[in-house]
Nanobody, 126 residues
Framework: EVQVAESGGGSVQAGGSLRLSCAASGYTESLNVMGWFRQAPGKEREGVAF????????VYADSVKGRFTISRDNAKNTMYLQMDNLNVEDTAIYYC???????????????????WGLGTQVTVSS
């Protein structure tokens, strides 16, 4: 069993930055791919950024490329999302997702992730 908790959300003006954290606890030896999803009011959940177990391979949604940076510290079982140059379209609840499956085929598919955090709100104002 793995527990996941996000932190670091808040309100910021357009052009500003925020850093989200996702701390995993429990059976962390099984952690594989970790990722961030977001959901804005009235919209479907969207994959934002993903990072493989070794930390060397990352995947980003086109909408955040060049602005967001995902990273992880395996010693601390923690993943981060540095969000720069935020715009109002980034406003959403951000969820941390963790997969403990040994093989992840579709890294952007929510179904690949078996543990989720409760989410943290990010609000960007113009």
């Amino acid at each position: 069993e793995v527990q996941v908790a996000e932190s670091g959300g808040g309100s910021v003006q357009a052009g500003g930055s925020l850093r989200l954290s996702c701390a995993a606890s429990g059976y962390t030896e099984s952690l594989n791919v970790m990722g961030w999803f977001r959901q804005a009011p009235g919209k479907e959940r969207e994959g934002v950024a993903f990072i493989y177990a070794g930390g060397g391979h990352t995947v980003y949604a086109d909408s955040v490329k060049g602005r967001f940076t995902i990273s992880r510290d395996n010693a601390k079982n923690t993943m981060y999302l540095q969000m720069d140059n935020l715009n109002v379209e980034d406003t959403a609840i951000y969820y941390c997702a963790v997969s403990t499956r040994p093989y992840v085929v579709g890294v952007t598919a929510p179904e690949e992730y078996n543990y989720w955090g409760l989410g943290t709100q990010v609000t960007v104002s113009s």
